[in-house]
Protein backbone atom coordinates (compact mmCIF):
# COMPACT_ATOMS: atom_id res chain seq x y z
CA UNK A 1 0.00 0.00 0.00
CA UNK A 2 1.68 3.36 -0.76
CA UNK A 3 1.39 5.83 2.30
CA UNK A 4 1.37 9.34 1.40
CA UNK A 5 1.68 12.49 3.31
CA UNK A 6 -1.00 14.78 0.92
CA UNK A 7 -0.06 18.20 1.81
CA UNK A 8 3.99 19.10 2.25
CA UNK A 9 6.25 22.47 1.15
CA UNK A 10 9.72 23.17 0.10
CA UNK A 11 11.45 26.21 0.11
CA UNK A 12 14.64 28.60 0.11
CA UNK A 13 13.72 31.10 2.21
CA UNK A 14 13.50 34.37 0.79
CA UNK A 15 12.28 37.32 3.16
CA UNK A 16 11.11 39.71 -0.02
CA UNK A 17 8.82 36.50 -1.37
CA UNK A 18 7.75 35.26 1.29
CA UNK A 19 6.78 37.88 3.40
CA UNK A 20 3.84 35.93 4.60
CA UNK A 21 6.29 33.92 7.07
CA UNK A 22 6.62 36.73 9.43
CA UNK A 23 9.31 37.13 12.52
CA UNK A 24 6.85 35.53 15.03
CA UNK A 25 7.02 32.48 12.58
CA UNK A 26 10.54 32.65 12.42
CA UNK A 27 11.12 28.19 13.41
CA UNK A 28 10.47 28.52 9.60
CA UNK A 29 12.46 31.59 8.36
CA UNK A 30 14.83 29.15 6.49
CA UNK A 31 15.22 26.57 3.91
CA UNK A 32 13.05 23.31 3.51
CA UNK A 33 14.36 20.90 1.16
CA UNK A 34 13.39 17.54 0.13
CA UNK A 35 16.70 16.32 1.96
CA UNK A 36 15.18 17.30 5.15
CA UNK A 37 12.01 15.77 4.89
CA UNK A 38 13.09 12.40 3.74
CA UNK A 39 14.38 11.06 7.31
CA UNK A 40 11.25 11.89 8.28
CA UNK A 41 8.90 10.38 5.85
CA UNK A 42 11.28 6.73 6.24
CA UNK A 43 11.37 6.89 9.78
CA UNK A 44 7.10 7.47 9.71
CA UNK A 45 6.86 4.39 6.67
CA UNK A 46 5.24 6.89 3.74
CA UNK A 47 6.50 5.97 0.49
CA UNK A 48 5.70 9.47 -1.40
CA UNK A 49 4.56 13.11 -0.39
CA UNK A 50 2.12 15.61 -2.26
CA UNK A 51 4.61 19.13 -2.28
CA UNK A 52 2.08 22.36 -2.50
CA UNK A 53 2.85 25.85 -3.84
CA UNK A 54 3.79 28.43 -1.42
CA UNK A 55 4.50 31.06 -3.91
CA UNK A 56 2.49 32.84 -6.45
CA UNK A 57 4.53 32.10 -9.41
CA UNK A 58 5.31 29.89 -12.10
CA UNK A 59 9.22 30.00 -10.77
CA UNK A 60 7.39 28.08 -8.23
CA UNK A 61 6.44 25.29 -10.36
CA UNK A 62 9.90 25.03 -11.89
CA UNK A 63 11.47 24.67 -8.59
CA UNK A 64 9.40 21.97 -7.56
CA UNK A 65 9.53 19.94 -10.55
CA UNK A 66 13.20 20.15 -9.89
CA UNK A 67 12.88 18.78 -7.02
CA UNK A 68 10.46 15.81 -8.32
CA UNK A 69 12.53 14.98 -10.94
CA UNK A 70 15.67 14.53 -8.13
CA UNK A 71 13.70 12.31 -5.51
CA UNK A 72 11.20 9.73 -6.71
CA UNK A 73 9.24 9.98 -2.87
CA UNK A 74 7.20 13.21 -4.48
CA UNK A 75 4.71 11.28 -6.34
CA UNK A 76 2.60 14.82 -7.02
CA UNK A 77 2.86 18.78 -7.25
CA UNK A 78 0.02 21.09 -6.76
CA UNK A 79 1.25 24.17 -8.51
CA UNK A 80 -0.23 27.62 -9.11
CA UNK A 81 -1.09 29.39 -12.75
CA UNK A 82 -2.74 32.74 -12.78
CA UNK A 83 -6.68 30.96 -13.60
CA UNK A 84 -7.54 34.34 -14.40
CA UNK A 85 -5.14 35.21 -17.37
CA UNK A 86 -5.89 35.22 -20.78
CA UNK A 87 -3.36 32.93 -22.04
CA UNK A 88 -4.73 30.27 -19.19
CA UNK A 89 -5.15 27.42 -21.66
CA UNK A 90 -1.96 27.34 -22.98
CA UNK A 91 -0.21 27.69 -19.38
CA UNK A 92 -2.19 24.41 -18.59
CA UNK A 93 -1.12 22.48 -21.52
CA UNK A 94 2.35 23.06 -21.23
CA UNK A 95 2.08 21.65 -17.65
CA UNK A 96 -0.10 18.88 -18.72
CA UNK A 97 3.40 17.27 -20.16
CA UNK A 98 4.79 17.45 -16.61
CA UNK A 99 3.35 13.96 -15.16
CA UNK A 100 3.52 15.51 -11.59
CA UNK A 101 1.84 18.44 -11.79
CA UNK A 102 -0.91 17.11 -10.48
CA UNK A 103 -2.85 20.27 -9.51
CA UNK A 104 -2.91 24.05 -9.10
CA UNK A 105 -3.64 26.15 -5.87
CA UNK A 106 -4.60 29.79 -5.14
CA UNK A 107 -4.30 31.45 -2.10
CA UNK A 108 -7.91 32.15 -1.52
CA UNK A 109 -7.73 32.93 1.91
CA UNK A 110 -5.58 36.14 1.71
CA UNK A 111 -7.74 37.45 -1.10
CA UNK A 112 -9.64 41.02 -0.19
CA UNK A 113 -12.58 39.99 -2.41
CA UNK A 114 -13.54 36.62 -0.30
CA UNK A 115 -15.75 35.73 -3.16
CA UNK A 116 -13.06 35.94 -6.20
CA UNK A 117 -13.38 32.16 -6.95
CA UNK A 118 -17.00 33.22 -8.26
CA UNK A 119 -15.49 35.74 -10.68
CA UNK A 120 -16.28 34.86 -14.40
CA UNK A 121 -12.71 34.68 -15.32
CA UNK A 122 -11.73 32.92 -12.25
CA UNK A 123 -14.70 30.04 -13.73
CA UNK A 124 -13.21 30.24 -16.69
CA UNK A 125 -10.00 28.94 -15.81
CA UNK A 126 -11.23 26.30 -13.09
CA UNK A 127 -13.55 24.96 -16.06
CA UNK A 128 -10.71 24.02 -18.35
CA UNK A 129 -8.81 22.05 -15.53
CA UNK A 130 -10.64 18.66 -16.10
CA UNK A 131 -9.62 19.06 -19.76
CA UNK A 132 -5.59 18.58 -18.89
CA UNK A 133 -6.71 16.39 -15.51
CA UNK A 134 -5.65 18.60 -13.03
CA UNK A 135 -7.32 18.78 -8.99
CA UNK A 136 -7.88 21.76 -7.49
CA UNK A 137 -6.92 22.78 -3.98
CA UNK A 138 -9.58 25.04 -1.68
CA UNK A 139 -6.86 26.94 0.31
CA UNK A 140 -9.75 29.30 1.98
CA UNK A 141 -10.78 30.25 6.02
CA UNK A 142 -14.45 29.55 7.33
CA UNK A 143 -16.07 32.60 5.79
CA UNK A 144 -15.61 31.34 2.18
CA UNK A 145 -17.01 27.82 2.67
CA UNK A 146 -20.22 28.87 1.27
CA UNK A 147 -18.44 30.28 -2.01
CA UNK A 148 -16.63 27.33 -2.59
CA UNK A 149 -19.66 25.17 -1.80
CA UNK A 150 -21.32 27.18 -4.91
CA UNK A 151 -18.21 26.93 -7.25
CA UNK A 152 -17.83 23.18 -6.42
CA UNK A 153 -21.77 22.48 -7.32
CA UNK A 154 -20.89 24.63 -10.43
CA UNK A 155 -18.27 22.39 -11.72
CA UNK A 156 -19.22 18.58 -10.61
CA UNK A 157 -16.76 16.87 -12.97
CA UNK A 158 -14.47 18.43 -11.52
CA UNK A 159 -12.27 17.13 -8.48
CA UNK A 160 -11.52 19.62 -5.46
CA UNK A 161 -9.87 19.25 -2.29
CA UNK A 162 -10.20 21.49 0.81
CA UNK A 163 -7.04 22.19 2.51
CA UNK A 164 -6.51 22.23 6.42
CA UNK A 165 -10.42 21.51 6.81
CA UNK A 166 -10.96 25.06 5.64
CA UNK A 167 -9.35 26.43 8.92
CA UNK A 168 -11.81 26.50 11.97
CA UNK A 169 -11.00 28.78 14.69
CA UNK A 170 -9.88 25.46 16.72
CA UNK A 171 -8.25 28.01 19.43
CA UNK A 172 -11.69 29.36 20.17
CA UNK A 173 -13.84 26.43 20.08
CA UNK A 174 -15.72 27.99 17.10
CA UNK A 175 -17.62 25.30 15.28
CA UNK A 176 -21.04 25.74 14.86
CA UNK A 177 -21.06 27.89 11.32
CA UNK A 178 -18.05 25.94 9.82
CA UNK A 179 -19.53 22.59 10.61
CA UNK A 180 -23.02 23.72 9.03
CA UNK A 181 -20.74 25.32 6.10
CA UNK A 182 -18.88 21.98 6.20
CA UNK A 183 -21.91 19.78 5.51
CA UNK A 184 -23.30 22.10 2.70
CA UNK A 185 -20.10 21.56 0.96
CA UNK A 186 -19.68 17.39 1.70
CA UNK A 187 -22.86 17.33 -0.20
CA UNK A 188 -20.84 17.85 -3.42
CA UNK A 189 -19.49 14.41 -4.17
CA UNK A 190 -16.37 15.66 -5.95
CA UNK A 191 -15.36 17.56 -2.99
CA UNK A 192 -12.58 15.86 -0.66
CA UNK A 193 -10.69 17.02 2.12
CA UNK A 194 -7.49 16.97 3.98
CA UNK A 195 -7.46 16.54 7.88
CA UNK A 196 -4.11 18.67 7.68
CA UNK A 197 -3.07 22.05 9.10
CA UNK A 198 -5.02 21.98 12.48
CA UNK A 199 -2.28 22.20 15.17
CA UNK A 200 -1.29 25.62 13.94
CA UNK A 201 -5.22 26.43 14.12
CA UNK A 202 -5.14 25.28 18.18
CA UNK A 203 -4.11 26.14 20.96
CA UNK A 204 -1.53 23.53 21.34
CA UNK A 205 0.24 25.17 24.66
CA UNK A 206 -2.66 25.19 26.43
CA UNK A 207 -4.88 23.12 25.10
CA UNK A 208 -4.90 19.19 24.45
CA UNK A 209 -5.03 17.12 21.19
CA UNK A 210 -8.91 16.03 22.26
CA UNK A 211 -9.61 19.91 21.13
CA UNK A 212 -9.48 18.60 17.67
CA UNK A 213 -11.86 15.52 17.78
CA UNK A 214 -15.25 17.33 17.06
CA UNK A 215 -13.43 19.08 13.85
CA UNK A 216 -11.90 15.55 12.31
CA UNK A 217 -15.41 14.16 14.18
CA UNK A 218 -17.58 16.75 11.46
CA UNK A 219 -15.12 16.27 8.78
CA UNK A 220 -15.08 12.42 9.17
CA UNK A 221 -18.94 12.51 9.25
CA UNK A 222 -19.42 14.81 6.51
CA UNK A 223 -16.85 13.56 3.74
CA UNK A 224 -16.87 9.71 4.78
CA UNK A 225 -13.51 7.83 4.67
CA UNK A 226 -13.25 7.96 1.24
CA UNK A 227 -13.21 11.62 0.71
CA UNK A 228 -10.71 12.46 3.33
CA UNK A 229 -6.95 12.89 3.04
CA UNK A 230 -3.97 13.14 5.67
CA UNK A 231 -1.83 16.05 4.96
CA UNK A 232 1.62 16.83 8.10
CA UNK A 233 1.41 20.97 6.25
CA UNK A 234 4.97 20.37 6.97
CA UNK A 235 7.50 22.68 7.69
CA UNK A 236 4.76 24.93 8.61
CA UNK A 237 3.38 22.23 11.22
CA UNK A 238 6.44 22.84 13.13
CA UNK A 239 4.73 26.55 14.83
CA UNK A 240 2.85 24.56 16.65
CA UNK A 241 4.14 20.81 16.63
CA UNK A 242 7.14 18.52 15.30
CA UNK A 243 6.09 16.24 12.20
CA UNK A 244 5.48 13.19 14.52
CA UNK A 245 3.44 14.95 16.69
CA UNK A 246 0.92 15.62 13.89
CA UNK A 247 0.84 12.02 12.73
CA UNK A 248 0.26 10.99 16.23
CA UNK A 249 -2.83 12.99 16.63
CA UNK A 250 -4.69 11.20 13.43
CA UNK A 251 -3.24 7.84 14.22
CA UNK A 252 -4.71 7.57 17.39
CA UNK A 253 -7.89 9.12 16.20
CA UNK A 254 -8.11 6.68 13.12
CA UNK A 255 -6.67 3.47 14.98
CA UNK A 256 -10.28 2.34 15.70
CA UNK A 257 -11.16 2.17 12.26
CA UNK A 258 -11.14 -1.03 9.97
CA UNK A 259 -7.53 -1.34 8.07
CA UNK A 260 -9.35 -0.30 4.76
CA UNK A 261 -10.51 2.85 6.53
CA UNK A 262 -7.33 3.64 7.68
CA UNK A 263 -5.36 2.66 4.19
CA UNK A 264 -8.13 5.03 2.62
CA UNK A 265 -6.78 7.76 4.94
CA UNK A 266 -3.43 7.40 5.10
CA UNK A 267 -2.87 6.79 1.24
CA UNK A 268 -5.50 5.35 -1.55
CA UNK A 269 -7.80 8.38 -1.24
CA UNK A 270 -5.02 10.47 -2.22
CA UNK A 271 -3.38 7.92 -4.90
CA UNK A 272 -7.32 8.28 -6.25
CA UNK A 273 -7.78 11.95 -5.93
CA UNK A 274 -4.44 12.77 -7.75
CA UNK A 275 -3.69 10.12 -9.95
CA UNK A 276 -0.78 9.13 -8.33
CA UNK A 277 1.94 6.47 -9.53
Known sequence: MQKIDAHQHFWKFDPVRDAWITNEMSAIQKDFMPKDIFP??????????????????????????????QYDFIKGIVGWVDLQAGNIEDRLAYYAQFSKMKGLRHVLQGETDRALMLKPAFKNGISLLNKYHFTYDILIFPDQLKYAAELAKEFPDQLFVIDHIAKPDIKNKKIKDWKKDIQNIAEAENVYCKISGMVTEADLKNGKKEDLHPYIDTVVEAFG????????????????????????????????????????????????FYNLN
Open 40 to 69: LLQQHEFTGTVVVQSDQSEEENMFQLKNAA
Open 225 to 272: TNRIMYGSDWPVCLLAAPYGSVLDIVKEYFSSFSKNEQDNFFGKNACT
